[in-house]
């Protein structure tokens, strides 16, 4: 039986293990985050190829300057068929972003 609860922790003697351990561990967290957001990290960007109907949306946009209007009936219904109602909203988008490149 122990007298003291001193007594106790100083005889199981894992207190100093477990305050260690502690320690490291705290020591590797912090470093892992420390090296996540304070390190630079080069981006690799791996573009995917346009598929067959992105190219052609490219072309399209290019040709009519994003205005629904100036494509054929059947560029229009292709357009339609391929992104829904919201071809002339695609159109123009696409049309904007060859104009930021």
Not at 1 to 28: F, H, Q, R, W
Not at 41 to 69: F, I, N
Not at 94 to 99: E, I, P, S
């Amino acid at each position: 039986m122990y007298n003291d609860a001193n007594t106790k922790l100083e005889n199981s003697g894992n207190g100093g293990k477990i305050l260690i351990a502690a320690v490291v561990c705290l020591v590797v967290l912090v470093g892992g985050l420390a090296y996540f957001f304070l390190v630079p990290h080069s981006e690799v960007v791996h573009p995917r190829p346009l598929t067959p109907a992105e190219t052609w949306l490219q072309q399209k946009a290019r040709e009519s300057q994003g205005d629904v209007a100036k494509l054929s009936p059947e560029d229009q219904r292709q357009l339609f068929q391929t992104s829904g109602p919201s071809g002339p909203v695609t159109l123009r988008m696409a049309y904007q972003a060859q104009q930021k490149k």
